[in-house]
């Protein structure tokens, strides 16, 4: 029986070296014998999503690496249904996805086939990654792993994709793993409350938050608010924060310019609160250019000069 999968669910830290790394596919008994050990591999934190019939599941041994360390990656299916469910596994197509920006700075395709699951039956697989880019070279800060389920949807509307597979796939999406600096990150708060005024429009970067697995950045813009509604009889709660588009990016000393991509929103009664998390800084760093592009339709840029050793 043919079912449509669509679940989006977590993965957790994966692959490179794929073609030559990819570990075996084996079919797992649903409850391991006396003499089996479970490999202590560490669940995502958010439970994944399952349908009534089937589960997906990705656990890696850490969620945190040194650098060189293979990132390994356990990949299980479940059919918990009393119907066979017909898949294709391992997903055909992974991408390695850079946390803040969402830029893919790896892809594989692991050999994969159609299979048969029987009620009450797991698939296991289990495949690592060398923690190098497209280009070879090492990678740090954090990342997730994605299925790549939209880049296969566009193969199949240019042509280069049976159609019918589209049925067989399913989306998975890993909590984001860290790859440290050889050299350790910062931990440290630095209070600045630098403020810009571009084009009538007021920015204070308050302060920037730096810990070994990220760094925040708190921002204070004073925006022209709407005009104000008649108070009503019952109190209001506090305002959603605005869609807005909010961008920004940073260079620490002279290295690569980067998106700040991740940011959070709060609306007081004469300011937005805005909070951009980025990757953790290097501890041997020494400033950060750090410039806000937009508050929507307000156009800057702000940019601001931080000091971090």
Known sequence: MRVLLTITILFAALLAGCSQQLSHLEKVNETPTPEETPSPLIAATTPPMTTSTAELTIKTNKLSYLPGEDVEVRITFENKGSSEITLIFPPPEIDIVQWVSGKIVRSFSPAHEKIVVQPNEKLSHTIKWDQKNEEGEQVFGNYYIDTGIERMVKRSLRGELDNSMLELLYHARSERILIQYPQGAMNKTIELNQSKTVNEITVIL????????????????????????????????????????????????????????????????????????????????????????????????????????
């Open 206 to 309: 308050q302060k920037v938050k730096l810990s070994e697995s990220q760094a925040k950045i708190y921002v204070l813009a004073k925006l022209p608010m709407p005009e104000p509604t008649p108070t009503p009889e019952i109190p209001l709660p506090e305002p959603t924060p605005p869609d807005i588009s909010c961008t920004a990016y940073y260079i620490v000393d002279n290295g690569e310019k980067k998106d700040a991509g991740r940011v959070k929103i709060r609306v007081f009664e004469d300011d937005y609160r805005v909070t951009w998390t980025i990757d953790p800084i290097p501890s041997d760093a020494k400033e950060m250019r750090f410039v806000v592009l937009r508050f929507g339709e307000f156009i800057g840029p702000w940019e601001f000069q931080v000091a971090l050793s």
